[in-house]
């Protein structure tokens, strides 16, 4: 049961350690942005973040519901 707990500590110690390693290797030791938003590449190819777009789309819709009302406003002014 020891010998368990020892072999995991040690191959989690080696993953902790890898990581490490890579953050300092790597340049702005930075790994890579994994967020759809801000991927570069996905952003030329048109890719977006399904949250960012659905946000875009609700305040759209709710800015061309703005506009109706304001247009049915206007048009019951003029009939007055």
Known sequence: MITVV???SFLLAIGFAGFAITILVKKNGKFPEL???NNK?????G???ATSQ???EQAKAKKS????????LE???KSL
């Not at 590449?41 to 190819?45: A, G, Q, T």
């Not at 519901?65 to 049915?72: A, G, N, P, V």
């Open 6 to 8: 020892l072999i995991t």
């Open 35 to 37: 967020h759809i938003g």
């Open 65 to 72: 519901l703005q506009f109706k009302q304001l247009t049915l």
């Open 54 to 56: 659905d946000k875009m």
């Open 75 to 77: 048009k019951e002014l």
């Open 47 to 49: 890719i977006g973040c």
């Open 41 to 45: 590449d996905l952003k030329k190819r």
